[in-house]
């Protein structure tokens, strides 16, 4: 089967930066929609980010457009999501999606397993 590893999550001061990323292994990395969502504790899961087979396109959430950029390597069949600007309503943790839907539902074929991201001063 598939496996998704994510890394990079932690704790940092509002402001701050982070960067978690995602490796898929297990079998043949395919170009589909990748992606992450994240879910804060009392809520719903809810969608991040994405980007396209060829990362010729990304989208965002309106929470996080123009402080979070998402990037793939299909060579090194990873994909990550870089934060900046992080806010304390950023804190949740964070998932990262391999064939990745997020309207009208989120669904992927494959979850990786979550990733803490904390921001506190």
């Known amino acids: 089967q598939l496996q998704l590893v994510e890394s990079g999550g932690g704790l940092v001061q509002p402001g701050g930066s982070l960067r978690v990323s995602c490796a898929a292994s297990?079998?043949?990395?395919?170009?589909?929609?990748m992606g992450w969502a994240r879910q804060a504790p009392g809520k719903e899961r809810e969608f991040v980010a994405a980007i396209s087979e060829s990362g010729d396109s990304t989208f965002y959430a309106d929470s996080v457009k123009g402080r979070f950029a998402i990037s793939r390597d299909n060579d090194k069949h990873t994909w990550d999501l870089q934060m900046n600007s992080l806010k304390p309503e950023d804190t949740a943790v964070y998932y990262c999606?391999?064939?990745?839907?997020?309207?009208?539902?989120?669904?992927?074929?494959?979850w990786g397993q979550g990733t803490q991201v904390t921001v506190s001063s």
């Open positions: 999606a391999y064939n990745f839907l997020w309207s009208p539902v989120l669904i992927a074929d494959y």
């Open positions: 297990g079998r043949t990395f395919s170009r589909y929609i």
